[in-house]
């Protein structure tokens, strides 16, 4: 989850000044997430010239050591850092040097969310040319301790979600290439496949295998979908948190769908399934589209000592600004605000999509449905350095308004329900049945009160 500023449409205009309240303390974190070293002159920021000499490669390596040691949101976990500092001064004379160096750095912390990239690693003219004939077949797996490969999530529209494989399965060949048996670099490669190819996949689920062919195809872009379903109920479907683009098009969408809906919208489904995350305050605005007031989540930012928990909240829309929104705006405001609300979630809905579930469900606003997420409660920033790497440092924790560490396990649906291998959408099904129970105990509600 990166953290950016949000620029807000019409109906998040309105939102972000709702959210007023909480920008004030998140404000001394965001910047210490983009400036903390900006005025000590460390940060690892890629400058316009750079000759590898050994003292620039030096220079580079003390740089990020800085910026980590700064911003990496346990200072905990930093064990021993004082002892790295000086490590490889006057032994760093050629690049490949400097990135073993800060591959050791960085691999010293323990934590799989900070890393450091080489230029070889990550955009060499090799491995672009190796990328344009071939995709990623769509898995995140984790090495577990015998060796084996599980799968931790599945990217939305790959070959792999779109088949029979799901989160938890332990996947021992790919193309004939046994996992246990290869280095982390050989699974990394063989999960990159020519398009058109079929590949043969050997996954065991609860110690049972199962084989099958997959047919690789290029990941199908991942759109905002609304629609209408039952006459009354709006679904929509959010991919990620990643663009403002992708935000202002969800509510350019679902304000369509309630101009379309003849009886007005009852109720809503909230789809986050294989949504990956993206922007933190991204997160926190659409957590606010659903909830009028409350807290949406805490966190937590580092700048060298100065350690800075901010509480994001909402508060409702001020009069104010309610008056330059049009009757549909006001509409929309009072269906997302007010109807009830079903949020569906997977095992690949990570980061972002984790903090807008986990703020619905602590704050009453929404039910949960699906399965448990990943479990990614973490932001971070990321730097081009000088050397054409890449480095991307932890330097935000999250928890959800009830305090909920969603890195230990990932968020509990209300409601558990995997979806059955090889069928059709039934956690869907399962939702807005669910859904409708919500519309009947609340049209029940209303009318006890009115006699």
């Given at each position: ?25 998140a ?20 400058t316009?010239?750079w ?36 490590k ?39 491995f ?8 990623n ?16 999530a ?24 046994e996992l246990?048996?290869s280095?982390p670099?050989?699974?990394e ?18 110690g049972?295998d ?36 992708v ?21 809503v ?15 926190v ?10 807290v ?42 007010e ?12 980061s972002a ?5 986990g703020a ?8 949960i ?22 480095l ?5 924790k999250?928890r ?7 890195s230990?396990?990932?968020l509990q ?6 979806q ?6 039934v ?8 859904l ?16």
């Amino acid at each position: 989850m990166q953290m950016t500023q949000r620029l807000f449409s019409t109906l998040g205009l309105a939102l972000a000044i709702a959210l007023s309240a909480h920008q004030g303390v998140a404000e001394a974190g965001q910047k210490a997430l983009t400036e903390q070293t900006a005025d000590k002159g460390a940060a690892p920021a890629k400058t316009q010239k750079w000759d590898p000499t050994p003292a620039a490669l030096e220079d580079l390596y003390h740089r990020v050591w800085q910026a980590i040691g700064d911003s990496f949101y346990a200072p905990e976990q930093l064990t021993n850092w004082g002892e790295w500092e000086h490590k490889y001064d006057g032994k760093l004379t050629k690049s490949k040097e400097l990135d073993q160096a800060l591959h050791e750095l960085v691999a010293s912390i323990g934590d799989r969310w900070t890393r450091y990239t080489s230029k070889d690693e990550s955009s060499g003219a090799r491995f672009q040319q190796y990328l344009q004939r071939s995709v990623n077949i769509g898995m995140l797996l984790a090495r577990n301790d015998d060796g084996t490969y599980r799968i931790e999530a599945l990217v939305y529209g790959s070959p792999a979600q779109r088949s029979v494989l799901r989160v938890g399965d332990t996947v021992k060949y790919i193309d004939q290439q046994e996992l246990k048996r290869s280095t982390p670099a050989q699974v990394e490669a063989v999960l990159h496949q020519p398009v058109g190819s079929t590949i043969r996949i050997v996954y065991s689920d609860n110690g049972k295998d199962s084989v099958f062919d997959m047919e690789v195809t290029a990941t199908q872009s991942a759109p905002v979908v609304a629609k209408l379903m039952n006459r009354s109920i709006l679904y929509a479907r959010l991919p990620d948190f990643r663009t403002d683009e992708v935000l202002e098009t969800f509510e350019r969408c679902i304000l369509e769908i309630q101009r379309k809906a003849p009886n007005g919208i009852d109720g809503v489904v909230f789809d986050l399934r294989g949504n990956p995350g993206g922007e933190f305050k991204r997160g926190v605005s659409v957590a606010a589209y659903f909830l009028e007031q409350g807290v949406v989540a805490t966190s937590t930012t580092r700048d060298g000592r100065l350690v800075v928990e901010a509480v994001h909240r909402t508060t409702p829309v001020p009069a104010y600004a309610k008056q330059s929104l049009s009757a549909e705006w006001k509409g929309l405001l009072q269906v997302l605000h007010e109807k009830p609300l079903v949020v569906l979630v997977d095992g690949s809905s990570m980061s972002a999509s984790e903090l807008v579930a986990g703020a619905l469900k602590d704050n009453g606003r929404a039910l949960i449905v699906g399965t448990p997420t990943f479990g990614k409660a973490v932001g971070y920033q990321h730097f081009d350095l000088d050397n054409e790497g890449e480095l991307t440092i932890t330097g935000l924790k999250y928890r959800t308004p009830n305090g909920t560490d969603v890195s230990k396990g990932g968020l509990q649906p209300d409601v558990l329900y995997p979806q059955p291998r090889g069928s059709q959408d039934v956690q869907l099904a399962v939702a807005l049945g669910e859904l409708e129970k919500l519309i009947q105990a609340r049209q029940q509600a209303g009318a006890s009160c009115s006699k």
